[in-house]
T-cell receptor, first 112, second 113 residues
Framework: AQSVAQPEDQVNVAEGNPLTVKCTYS??????LFWYVQYPNRGLQFLLK??????LVKGSYGFEAEFNKSQTSFHLKKPSALVSDSALYFC??????????FGQGTELSVKP | DAGVTQSPTHLIKTRGQQVTLRCSPK?????VSWYQQALGQGPQFIFQ???????QRGNFPDRFSGHQFPNYSSELNVNALLLGDSALYLC????????????FGQGTRLTVV
């Protein structure tokens, strides 16, 4: 069965510092991986995806993610965090039929 | 493009009642999926509709049912509501191509009392 794990419930970062939100996956076959962000009482917003190609994927709002097949990881990164990046972040894998399987989420807190 | 729209945004129901939630997909999308997000958890897949048929179903009881209309919009129905059904219900639309991303609506917050 396919699954996604986000090992950190919360990540705290100072504004201007780099941030990393971790994600590991378990799939059979080639993974289709996604990152979404959720602000309070809102739906999910798409940030970026990895389907194939370059291991470093660039997405919205300055975010990027690094796909590492040997470590089965897909960590979300940003070189310089903003206070407005504070939100709940979800990693997901998409199965063959289109279902998204989400991790438990990581709450990112960026302090001034 | 209005994106994915859901209605209503908030809803309060009593145990045992029935509820219908609605979703209009993003323009150009033909596949609609529904997710339940309990407080503090990641979204859980309920089911997916394509060409007006349920194509895939998650681990939810038969009290949860749905429908997709010819214009690709969709409804989620929940019968015999339980307190545990209180959650944010999210609709996601996408194209059938597995590599495309899904777009989510703002959700419907259902509270069962």
């Amino acid at each position: 069965a396919q699954s996604v794990a986000q090992p950190e419930d919360q990540v705290n970062v100072a504004e201007g510092n780099p941030l990393t939100v971790k994600c590991t996956y378990s799939v059979s076959g080639n993974p289709y991986l996604f990152w979404y962000v959720q602000y309070p009482n809102r739906g999910l917003q798409f940030l970026l995806k990895y389907i194939t190609g370059d291991n470093l994927v660039k997405g919205s709002y300055g975010f990027e993610a690094e796909f590492n097949k040997s470590q089965t990881s897909f960590h979300l990164k940003k070189p310089s965090a903003l206070v407005s990046d504070s939100a709940l972040y979800f990693c997901a894998v998409r199965d063959w039929a289109g279902k998204l399987i989400f991790g438990q989420g990581t709450e990112l807190s960026v302090k001034p | 493009d209005a994106g994915v729209t859901q209605s209503p945004t908030h809803l309060i129901k009593t145990r045992g009642q029935q509820v219908t939630l609605r979703c209009s997909p993003k323009s150009g999308h033909d596949t609609v999926s529904w997710y339940q997000q309990a407080l503090g958890q990641g979204p859980q897949f309920i089911f997916q509709y394509y060409e007006e048929e349920e194509r895939q179903r998650g681990n939810f009881p038969d009290r949860f049912s749905g429908h997709q209309f010819p214009n690709y919009s969709s409804e989620l129905n929940v019968n015999a509501l339980l307190l545990g059904d209180s959650a944010l219900y999210l609709c996601a639309s996408s194209r059938r191509d597995r590599g495309t991303e899904a777009f989510f609506g703002q959700g419907t917050r259902l509270t069962v009392v």
